[in-house]
């Protein structure tokens, strides 16, 4: 079935553990392209097949169901059983053969609870593993590089699997000073500079053999690549000019998540909206105000139809690509879990795998990375 109806370009997040009567008839009238869940909609094993199964049964098109599980603290799946080491961890270690059993351990179980898309891998260098910038632990390379040896391993093994992957975030935001969550940092970064670094990494996986399913734009403003100080979620500049035309991807493109500080801190919701169709994006994520989805979806009534014609045609051929679940036994995650376990071991060695990170088994009402 064709993709035409202005919902499909929303990416929402669900309120709970089940689709309550209240929510299951808002997915009838909205018919989203997609969800993405997060640790609030996670409870057993068997409770999270059942949900994702609902999406799907009440969607006229089959949804986009994503998550983030990259590793370490950004994996919703440990709040079911083991946490997979980090880029970081996994970088440290240097061994190409365990980040490829990351990625297909990953997707094995993604699989199992019906997930077809996996928000990752994440693409930013790290510049400063200690920057206060939402990424610690999470860059597999402080040069660009290392980023592209060790991120494009991970990508080709998840892929493998069926899951369909994620570059995140575009242009790269490692080097700013703020948390995208909270505020929205602008770059004066010269453009030799990120064409050296952040961008060489991004052209990489934007065409080739290596290629993302997906790219995520991210909540930062850099001066050299759009002088009117827009984000690059918000941008044409940077997400059609530069992404689209200059680097010549072609999948889809989706903004990170437009409940961040650095976004609504700055635009009305309508305008967000707007913006985010108009730069490029063919979905729009809305992860927490999930009762504002309606209004986005009378904002996406109004916009330009070779605005929504551009997106409806990204979304299907993604669509397309997308597979299918496979079987959901106990006894099949409990195996996928062990395989997680041995990976730690293998990364960490015994006493590190006993340590998990400081955020292990809470369930908070932001989760956005």
């Not at 669900?14 to 018919?31: K, L, N």
Request: charged share 25%.
């Amino acid at each position: 079935m064709r993709c035409s109806s202005p919902g499909q370009l929303l990416l929402l997040g669900v309120p709970g553990i089940e689709v309550d009567d209240s929510y299951a008839d808002f997915i009838r009238r909205v018919q989203p392209g997609g969800y993405i869940l997060f640790g609030r909609n996670i409870e057993t094993p068997e409770q999270l097949r059942r949900l994702t199964d609902r999406l799907r049964e009440l969607s006229d098109i089959e949804p986009i169901i994503t998550i983030d599980q990259e590793g370490g603290r950004v994996s919703r799946l440990k709040l079911l059983g083991n946490e997979p080491p980090n880029a970081r961890q996994l970088r440290d270690k240097g061994d190409l053969e365990l980040i490829a059993c990351h990625g297909e351990l990953t997707g094995q179980l993604l699989r199992i609870f019906g997930f077809n898309l996996d928000l990752c891998p994440v693409l930013d260098i790290a510049f400063d593993d200690e920057a206060d910038n939402s990424l610690r632990g999470r860059c597999y390379g402080t040069t660009a590089n290392q980023v592209i040896t060790m991120a494009g391993v991970f990508n080709k093994a998840l892929q493998s699997t069926g899951v369909l992957s994620c570059g995140k975030h575009f242009p790269g935001y490692s080097s700013a000073s703020s948390d995208p969550h909270h505020e929205l940092s602008a770059l004066p970064r010269p453009r030799a500079e990120l064409e050296a670094h952040e961008l060489k990494v991004f052209r990489h996986f934007a065409t080739g053999e290596n290629t993302v399913d997906s790219m995520m734009t991210g909540h930062i403003a850099f001066a050299e690549l759009d002088a009117s100080g827009l984000p690059a979620s918000l941008s044409p500049v940077i997400t059609t000019k530069l992404l689209r035309e200059e680097m010549g991807f072609q999948g889809l493109v989706m903004t990170d998540d437009l409940d961040m500080g650095a976004i609504i801190n700055h635009h009305g919701f309508d305008e967000m909206i707007r913006l985010g169709l108009a730069a490029g994006n063919d979905l729009l994520m809305i992860c927490h105000r999930t009762e504002l989805a309606e209004q986005a979806f009378r904002v996406l009534e109004k916009s330009p139809s070779d605005q929504l014609e551009r997106a409806y045609a990204n979304l299907a051929a993604f669509k397309a690509k997308m597979a299918p679940p496979t079987t959901f036994t106990l006894e099949n995650f409990q195996s996928l879990d062990q395989g997680v376990w041995d990976l730690r071991v293998n990364v960490l060695g015994a006493e590190g795998a006993a340590k998990r990170s400081p955020e292990d088994g809470k369930r908070s009402p932001v989760e956005t990375y």
